[in-house]
């Protein structure tokens, strides 16, 4: 058994927000079934507990459980206030405030979402555009030489393409995913190998999907307490609710199989639903007692208030801590994987590449974690595309075809792909065709 928990907070970096009375009542009405008048009075009588409700007393708890002062009121809804949270945040001093069992200060994991294509945005979500978040956390971290770290963050596109709405459909919706992650590759050399899936929200499409190219999955949220959308969105329902990570089946993500990505489970912070209390950060410190590999792990947003989030929830691991005489250590959420399921140690990843006229044949040192890297190219037009190789030896070796049913390659800029091992680590390679010069990068 390893003698301290390893304990993972990734935030679900998503920018501005902003809440309007009648957006809250919509959420009431979604959530309890009831229609209550959207006036600053009624939201008052919610936020003082005075407001009529024709439910029984545990439904009215739960009620108020989800719609309170903490709930409410509390977006940031400016870049400002963001920025200002931010330079709480990343001060060393408030990170040693919250120091784990062996002096080190806390540890976040941004993991970020890009707010593309909408139609309309009723909540004022942004900023629009690839890559903002990522970009803004990504110098936060390199300015500061903070230890923290980005990883990668998606909401599926909703039928009626609305910012603040949720489809469950990867890919039927918009190419969105595709879009975002081709231009990771060759705008920003990256390639993410951890993800937390948008309102938890997985499907056969977006699991096997999943499986392909991302080693490390914190999408579990099973858990006990009522579950108000009845499945709408996120569905762990029969998935463990244990604090050690799986191997999900490849018929139901939510059952242990023989895939290959991990499954660890998290739940929220500072929010309406599937909150972590001190039972589950007590239940993780006995399962690591009864020597399981575990990781606990949780989230919250960056849209709204955290500070009150750091203070509760250190509160709980110090208590647990103390209570079942264990350490706990701060991890990034790569590193928390390695070191919790012990996973072997490999070799950076690396590739070698024959680049011709009509084809680009591909090799890996060792084998990467999906059957194929992730294709992304450039075109000269400035349009992004992604494709399938040719796979000639699944995990180990690759053709890409460049002709009259793909694109010749004297009309591509940049054509690149990455891919992970079973390990986490990251290749990204970018050929400039042009200047025919090949950058790699290792993460
Ligand atoms: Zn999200």
Same mark, same amino acid.
């Given at each position: 058994?390893? +003698?301290? !928990?390893?304990?993972?907070?990734?935030?679900?970096? $998503?920018?501005?927000?902003?809440?309007?009375?009648?957006?809250?009542?919509? *959420? %009431?009405?979604?959530?309890?079934? %009831?229609? %209550?008048?959207?006036?600053k009075t009624n939201l008052n009588k919610i936020l003082n507990r005075q407001i009529n409700l024709p439910f029984n007393n545990l439904i009215k708890k739960e009620f108020y459980k989800a719609f309170n002062k903490n709930t409410l009121k509390i977006y940031n809804s400016t870049w400002k206030k963001i920025n200002n949270q931010s330079n709480i945040i990343f001060k060393k001093s408030f990170r040693d405030k919250y120091k784990d069992s062996f002096g080190?200060?806390? %540890?976040? =994991?941004?993991?970020?979402?890009?707010?593309?294509?909408?139609?309309?945005?009723?909540q004022n979500r942004g900023p629009i555009g690839f890559h903002k978040i990522f970009d803004y956390y990504s110098s936060k971290i390199?300015?500061?030489?903070?230890?923290? +770290?980005?990883?990668?963050?998606f909401h599926p596109t909703p039928l009626n393409n609305a910012a603040n709405k949720s489809g469950n459909h990867y890919f039927s919706t918009s190419n969105n995913i595709f879009q975002i992650l081709c231009r990771r590759i060759i705008e920003r050399d990256w390639f993410p190998s951890v993800y937390s899936p948008g309102f938890h929200i997985e499907r056969p499409d977006s699991h096997w999907f999943l499986e392909q190219y991302f080693p490390f999955d914190y999408g579990n949220q099973s858990y006990s307490g009522r579950m108000a959308n009845g499945y709408r969105f996120e569905n762990w329902e029969g998935a463990t609710k244990s604090?050690?990570?799986?191997?999900?089946?490849?018929?139901?993500?939510?059952?242990?199989?023989?895939c290959k990505r991990w499954i660890a489970r998290r739940l929220n912070i500072g929010a309406r639903l599937s909150v972590l209390n001190q039972k589950?950060?007590?239940?993780?410190?006995?399962?690591?007692?009864?020597?399981?590999?575990?990781?606990?792990?949780f989230t919250n947003h960056d849209s709204k208030n955290m500070l009150p989030d750091f203070e509760k929830t250190y509160e709980m691991l110090i208590k647990a801590s103390k209570k079942f005489k264990t350490k706990f250590k701060y991890f990034d959420a790569r590193s928390a994987f390695r070191s919790a399921m012990r !996973?072997?140690? *490999?070799?950076?990843?690396?590739?070698?590449?024959?680049?011709?006229?009509?084809?680009?044949?591909i090799f890996s040192s060792h084998e990467t974690f999906g059957v194929q890297p992730y294709l992304a190219i450039k075109?000269? $037009?400035?349009?992004?595309?992604?494709?399938?190789?040719?796979?000639?030896?699944?995990?180990?070796?690759?053709?890409?075809?460049?002709?009259?049913?793909?694109?010749?390659? +004297?009309?591509?800029?940049?054509?690149?792909?990455?891919? =992970?091992?079973?390990?986490?680590?990251?290749?990204?390679?970018?050929i +400039?065709? *042009?200047?025919?010069?090949v950058k790699k990068r290792f993460i």
């Open positions: 058994m390893s +003698n301290y !928990l390893p304990v993972v907070h990734i935030v679900d970096a $998503e920018g501005v927000q902003s809440e309007q009375p009648k957006i809250t009542f919509q *959420r %009431i009405y979604e959530m309890f079934g %009831i229609k %209550i008048e959207p006036t080190n200060g806390w %540890i976040i =994991n941004w993991n970020c979402v890009d707010h593309v294509n909408y139609k309309t945005n009723p390199k300015q500061l030489r903070s230890i923290d +770290n980005v990883y990668f963050h604090w050690s990570p799986y191997h999900p089946d490849y018929k139901d993500y939510r059952k242990k199989g023989k589950e950060v007590n239940k993780a410190f006995i399962e690591l007692k009864k020597g399981k590999k575990v990781i606990l792990s !996973l072997k140690k *490999r070799k950076k990843l690396n590739f070698k590449i024959i680049l011709k006229k009509n084809f680009i044949e075109d000269k $037009e400035g349009k992004f595309h992604h494709e399938n190789f040719s796979i000639i030896k699944p995990y180990r070796k690759w053709i890409y075809y460049f002709d009259s049913h793909s694109i010749p390659l +004297n009309k591509i800029q940049f054509f690149g792909f990455a891919s =992970n091992d079973d390990y986490g680590n990251t290749t990204i390679v970018k +400039n065709i *042009r200047k025919k010069i």
